[in-house]
């Protein structure tokens, strides 16, 4: 081809081109342009591009691609040095720019709320978190969550559900101002972003105000529903540096917050951190606990005061960590039950202590503690009869304690399941009563055994009248209602004397007995036998 050709060749390749294209010397002159470039810029003077492109500094380094927004379309321009000026090239990318723009945006929006979603609130705090600045002090994280949604979401349905959460979305919308950033995080949580205001009060203003507008009823499709909220909040305090970390402490303080009945927010604090940790260390020794033999039962003695003679004994869990000093029950049972391990622990007390009490003499029964969680589960009766007939006990040696939170189950699941097993010979007896709400009506939803009445009112016994009115109360109560009453935690003669003046018929507490370990329990019932309680709580005291 001759250089000619090659030259015509180029102008029509020039001249037809969808691109912008044009020749530019470097005092910005323009030498020529085709009619896409004209087309692209159709009014507005090229000198107005060329000034914002300021192609005479690009010299040598002419590599560059920047996007302009030219008359309303997006543009990508190439710029090549073409001796003697600058071959200008300019693409028109607004559809594909729009695009993924669109895209951008969708992949950080909750479909359902139209809200952001978690993504966008983790990238605007990282944002905000790379700012040093002295205005870092201004932000804070608001995380929300409402109560009773779930219930709602189950009673109601997921379409009422996800209704209510558009609802509460629009009148979260509503309360912050525009320059917050707002977002659902997953199910019925809730993020804010407040930014630039003196914090952490205006961080509990907002979150006040949430606290009463949220919990306005809703009306949806003819119902009245209610929900509640709350807040935790997170400021974005110096030497925070991680977004997912201010999730986290925002979180924290949620917790606390749902903890807490009577509050409405809670705001991090370090602290918070550290007994996380520590829950969640002492969690995972748990879960291991089990499997690796760290549990053990004692047993405490229960007199009988109108025989003189021990009739039973309580099992209570130990547990034996090698790495940890002990762990009391009240700390680590209240663990078990939120995260479920209750069931597999009760169900090992169960067994063994059935499997206990089935060495000792006949007329000894073993009371064994189920909290409410266990009766959650249908199975517990199977569980129970398997217990007893694994292990040969009668039934009529089986006391289950429970306590009133059991009774507190609306659907009755508990009371049934307490029915069935009375029916084959299983005791019952109600565990520190008088410390819940030690409502009347649970005496007489159900047949129980025996009352136990909570070591406060008896060790208090001395002191206050009061409590000693109360103990009474409760023995007179059992006495008309045909069941024996257990006063815990006896620890003197005089406590003693006053049970027993009282009209309690049993008594349970260190001067009768410490619990005592399986392997002495046979031996302390031969001895009690014989002697009389305060020589018996001698001789407990080897244990
Ligand atoms: P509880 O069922 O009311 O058990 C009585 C608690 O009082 C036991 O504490 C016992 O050691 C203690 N105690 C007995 N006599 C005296 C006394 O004279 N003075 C004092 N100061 N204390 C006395 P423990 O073993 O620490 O158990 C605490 C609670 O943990 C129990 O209260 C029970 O609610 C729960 N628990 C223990 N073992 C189990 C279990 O196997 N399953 C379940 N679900 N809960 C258990
Ligand atoms: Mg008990
Ligand atoms: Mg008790």
Not at 204 to 230: F, T
Request: proline fraction near 5%.
């Amino acid at each position: 081809m001759s250089s000619k050709q090659a030259a015509e060749l180029a102008l029509s390749v020039f001249a037809t081109s969808d691109a912008g294209l044009a020749m530019i010397a470097p005092d910005d002159r323009v030498l020529m342009t085709n009619p896409a470039f004209e087309r692209l810029f159709g009014g507005a003077p090229p000198s107005e591009l060329l000034a914002r492109l300021q192609i005479a500094s690009w010299g040598e380094a002419a590599h560059q691609e920047p996007v302009l927004t030219v008359n309303g379309r997006t543009l990508r321009i190439k710029v090549m040095a073409l001796p003697p000026g600058y071959f200008v090239n300019c693409e028109d990318i607004t559809d594909q720019f729009d695009r993924s723009a669109r895209e951008a945006k969708l992949a950080r929006t909750d479909r359902l709320t139209e809200l952001g979603n978690r993504q966008l609130l983790r990238e605007r705090l990282q944002a905000l978190l790379h700012d040093s600045g002295p205005g870092r002090d201004s932000h804070a994280l608001l995380t929300i969550d409402l109560d009773r949604f779930k219930a709602v979401n189950d009673a109601l349905g997921r379409n009422i559900g996800d209704a209510l959460l558009c609802l509460v979305a629009r009148r979260i919308r509503a309360t912050v101002s525009d320059q917050d950033v707002i977002a659902r995080l997953y199910g019925d949580q809730f993020g804010i972003i407040q930014s630039n205001r003196p914090q952490p009060a205006s961080a509990i203003a907002l979150a006040q105000r949430l606290r009463d507008l949220l919990s306005r009823p809703y009306m949806l499709e003819g119902q009245l529903i209610e929900v509640s909220a709350r807040v935790g909040i997170a400021p974005l305090t110096q030497g925070t540096t991680d977004a997912d970390q201010v999730i986290k402490n925002a979180d924290l303080a949620l917790n606390r917050a749902k903890q807490d009945r009577a509050a409405d927010y809670c705001i991090f604090e370090s602290s918070m951190d550290q007994t996380m940790r520590a829950r969640r260390a002492l969690e995972t020794d748990l879960r291991r606990a089990l499997a690796l033999r760290e549990f053990a039962l004692v047993y405490q003695p229960q007199f009988d005061l109108q025989s003189g003679r021990v009739t039973g004994l309580e099992a209570l869990l130990r547990w034996n960590s090698p790495t940890r000093s002990p762990v009391s029950p009240m700390e680590f049972i209240p663990l078990a039950e939120e995260t479920g391990m209750i069931s597999l622990i009760g169900e090992w007390v169960l067994r063994t202590a059935c499997r206990d009490a089935a060495a000792w003499p006949d007329d000894i029964t073993v009371a064994v503690n189920v909290s409410a969680v266990q009766f959650a589960n249908r199975a517990l009766s199977t569980t129970v009869l398997s217990a007893l007939a694994d292990s040969g006990l009668d039934p009529r040696r089986l006391e289950l304690e429970i306590t009133e939170s059991v009774m507190l189950d609306a659907r009755g699941t508990a009371l049934g399941v307490l029915q069935r097993l009375r029916a084959t010979g299983v005791r019952v007896s109600l565990d520190d009563f008088g410390t819940g709400y030690s409502s009347l009506g649970y005496l007489r939803s159900f047949p129980f055994d025996k009352i136990k009445i909570d070591q406060s009112f008896v060790r208090g016994t001395s002191e206050d009248p009061g409590n000693r009115a109360i103990v009474r109360a409760i023995a007179s109560l059992g006495q008309n209602l045909g069941m024996a009453t257990v006063a815990e935690g006896v620890e003197t003669t005089e406590h003693m004397e006053r049970i027993s003046t009282a009209g309690c018929t049993h008594v349970q507490g260190y001067l009768i007995s410490r619990p005592l370990p399986p392997e002495q329990v046979i031996a302390f019932l031969a001895v009690s036998k014989t002697a009389p309680p305060t020589s018996v709580s001698d001789r407990s005291k080897v244990a």
